[in-house]
């Protein structure tokens, strides 16, 4: 029984050795185990702060936009006389969408606009077609011009220093007599008619003719007494004059054609332009007053909302219409903060998984990377655009998604 005792003894303290010894190597810190890489859990409700999956990779909560959309308004205030589309229609960059009531004033407007225009421009186009006919009147203004001042000159200088020759005298006789025999008859043959009515035909034809004979008969009487006697000094002054005035003509006959021989003046060009560009401008006005009666469509797309009525009054800048242009779509994000923005770069592939489509994966890349941070419950947020390399006839805007951005 002793050796018994002593051998439990020695089994029982040898266990105890090795209990001690196996309970100093478990206190050794224990060294890192490699973890297979893992798929990011898409959360039906992300969160504010993106779960990092792995150092090379970012995920952000997101939702699908269409490429762009507008929000459209009237530019006045008015009542809506037609709305011409409906929701989900289809519509073509510039139709018509809606209208205001008052067209048929605008519209006047605009031709009363036009009209003048296009005589603005007529204008101008009758300048350069009469130029040719202008500088050749200029032109031959210039040639008479010479003969104009000589004649003045020899007047003038005759009353001052008279010289005549008996010839001279006596043709200025016969012009006196022969024009005082004319006087003669054409008062003989006026004074049978003298007393007729005043729309008599022939009473008027005889009166026209004493008139002009009375004029000849006077000036060759004054002719004539010209040879006889000093000039007075009214008549000399009246010459001097009518020189001064030849000679100014002159200059301005050839002023004129200096201006008028290469063209029309550049002044009334000037000035015709000058109507133009004011017309062009009250047509731009009309039309504008018109398009503002007008709600078009800046771009192809589709009708996603439509906010008014026939018979509506509506504010100017007030939102009416939604229109979208859902040829593509891409992906923003909602959540993706400043801490995990620094790691993304544009051209960054990413996978995209909706809260409605758990089923699929979709691909696509970074394609740009908000300037400016946005304060989202304490958290500054950018916004992040990707496309989406395949659709589903199912996605809709503003479905939530999930992405996850491989980073470089």
Do not use: H
């Not at 002044?267 to 560009?277: H, K, T, Y």
């Amino acid at each position: 029984m002793k050796r018994v005792a002593i051998a439990v003894s020695v089994l029982a303290f040898l266990a105890l050795a090795i209990y001690l010894a196996l309970g100093s190597q478990n206190n050794t810190p224990a060294q890192p185990v490699a973890r297979p890489s893992v798929s990011p859990v898409v959360q039906q409700q992300p969160t504010s702060n993106p779960v990092v999956t792995r150092n090379d990779q970012v995920a952000a909560a997101c939702k699908l936009v269409p490429i762009k959309n507008v929000s459209l308004s009237f530019n006045t205030a008015g009542l809506v006389s037609d709305v011409l589309v409906t929701e989900g229609q289809t519509v073509g960059k510039g139709e018509l969408l809606a209208q205001l009531s008052n067209r048929e004033q605008a519209n006047a407007a605009v031709a009363t606009a036009e009209l003048d225009l296009i005589n603005a421009q007529l204008e101008l186009k009758i300048l350069y077609d009469s130029a040719p006919l202008k500088a050749a009147e200029a032109l031959k203004a210039l040639a008479d011009a010479p003969k104009e001042v000589q004649e003045a000159e020899g007047k003038f200088s005759g009353l001052q220093s008279p010289s005549f020759n008996q010839a001279d005298v006596a043709a200025a006789e016969a012009n006196m007599i022969f024009a005082k025999n004319k006087l003669e008859k054409a008062q003989e043959a006026y004074r049978p008619f003298q007393n007729k009515n005043e729309d008599n035909l022939t009473r008027a034809k005889l009166l026209s003719d004493l008139s002009q004979a009375q004029k000849e008969y006077e000036a060759a009487l004054r002719k004539y007494n010209s040879f006889f006697g000093s000039p007075s000094e009214t008549t000399i002054s009246q010459a001097e004059a009518d020189l001064a005035l030849a000679r100014i003509r002159q200059e301005e006959a050839q002023r004129t054609y200096e201006i008028l021989k290469s063209g029309p003046d550049p002044d009334d060009v000037a000035l015709a332009q000058a109507r133009i560009a004011n017309a062009e401008a009250q047509l731009a006005a009309a039309q504008a007053s018109l398009s503002n009666l007008e709600l078009r469509a800046p771009f192809t797309g589709t009708v996603a909302n439509v906010n008014l009525s026939t018979g509506e009054y509506v504010a100017p800048g007030e939102n009416v219409m939604l229109l979208v242009d859902d040829s593509e779509w891409r992906i923003e994000t909602t959540d993706l903060t400043e801490l995990n923005v620094v790691r993304i770069r544009v051209s960054d592939p990413v996978e995209i998984v909706f809260d409605a489509l758990q089923d699929r994966k979709f691909g696509g890349q970074v394609l740009s990377i908000g300037a400016l941070g946005e304060n989202r419950q304490g958290d500054i947020t950018y916004r992040v655009l990707t496309d989406i390399d395949a659709l589903d006839e199912r996605l809709r805007w503003n479905m939530t998604c999930s992405v996850v951005i491989q980073t470089r």
